[in-house]
T-cell receptor
C-alpha cells in the first residue's frame, strides 16, 4: 500500500503557482520523497525527488518539512500542459519498486 | 520522450488467451520493471528484472511472467487472460540496483490491453 496521502483533486489558474501537498507521516529515515506525474494516456514522468533538503529543478521545487512528515511540490507558473495526475511516492532507493497511490488530479484552468 | 518503447500500443484479446507485451529499455539502463494500471487507479508493480533474472515481484499470480534479454529488453507474458486483466501495462527502465542511488525510472507510453 502507498505510504502517502494526497488530495484527490486540485484546480490552479494558469500562470499561478500550483502547490501540491503530500503527507507521509510514517516515512523512514532512509526513504526519499519522489514525485511523478501522468498526463492523460501517457506513462508517468519523473519530476523531482529529495531526502530532507529542499530541491529545485527546471520543472518544479520540492519543499520537505523539517520532520519529513509532509512535503509540497510547487510548479511555479502552471500552464495548461501541467494538467495531469501527480503522484507522491516514498522510496528507499533508486531501484526499489514505485508504490503509487491514486495521486492528485491537477486541473490548470485558463 | 524517455527512450523506453513498448509494443504494441493497443491490443484486444479474448478471455482465456495468452498475450506477450514487449519493452525496450533506455540506453544504458539494465533494469526493467512492469506495472499494471487499471482505469482510475495508480500503477501497480508487477515485477522487476535485472541481469535477466526476476529480482522483485508484486502481488500478482504466476500466470504473469516475464523475461529479460541480454540487450536488456523485456517481455511480459500473461496466460489465461481474465476480464480484469484489462488495463494499461507500463514498462519502466532504470540503472542497475546498487550502482547508483536514487536513479529515477523512465516509463514507456504503455500498452493498453482489452480482454473481451
Amino acid at each position: 500500500d502507498a505510504k502517502t496521502t494526497q488530495p484527490t483533486s486540485m484546480d490552479c489558474a494558469e500562470g499561478r503557482a500550483a502547490n501540491l501537498p503530500c503527507n507521509h507521516s510514517t516515512i523512514s529515515g532512509n526513504e526519499y520523497v519522489y514525485w511523478y506525474r501522468q498526463i492523460h494516456s501517457q506513462g508517468p514522468q519523473y519530476i523531482i525527488h529529495g531526502l530532507k533538503n529542499n530541491e529545485t529543478n527546471e520543472m518544479a521545487s520540492l519543499i520537505i518539512t523539517e520532520d519529513r512528515k509532509s512535503s509540497t511540490l510547487i510548479l511555479p507558473h502552471a500552464t495548461l500542459r501541467d494538467t495531469a495526475v501527480y503522484y507522491c511516492i516514498v522510496r528507499v532507493s533508486g531501484n526499489t519498486p514505485l508504490v503509487f497511490g491514486k495521486g492528485t488530479r491537477l486541473s490548470v484552468i485558463a | 520522450e524517455t527512450g523506453v518503447t513498448q509494443s504494441p500500443t493497443h491490443l484486444i484479446k479474448t478471455r482465456g488467451q495468452q498475450v506477450t507485451l514487449r519493452c525496450s529499455s533506455q540506453s544504458g539502463h539494465n533494469t526493467v520493471s512492469w506495472y499494471q494500471q487499471a482505469l482510475g487507479q495508480g500503477p501497480q508493480f508487477i515485477f522487476q528484472y535485472y541481469r535477466e533474472e526476476e529480482n522483485g515481484r508484486g502481488n500478482f499470480p504466476p500466470r504473469f511472467s516475464g523475461l529479460q534479454f541480454p540487450n536488456y529488453s523485456s517481455e511480459l507474458n500473461v496466460n489465461a487472460l481474465e476480464l480484469d486483466d484489462s488495463a494499461l501495462y507500463l514498462c519502466a527502465s532504470s540503472s542497475a540496483p546498487g550502482t547508483a542511488m536514487n536513479t529515477e525510472a523512465f516509463f514507456g507510453q504503455g500498452t493498453r490491453l482489452t480482454v473481451v
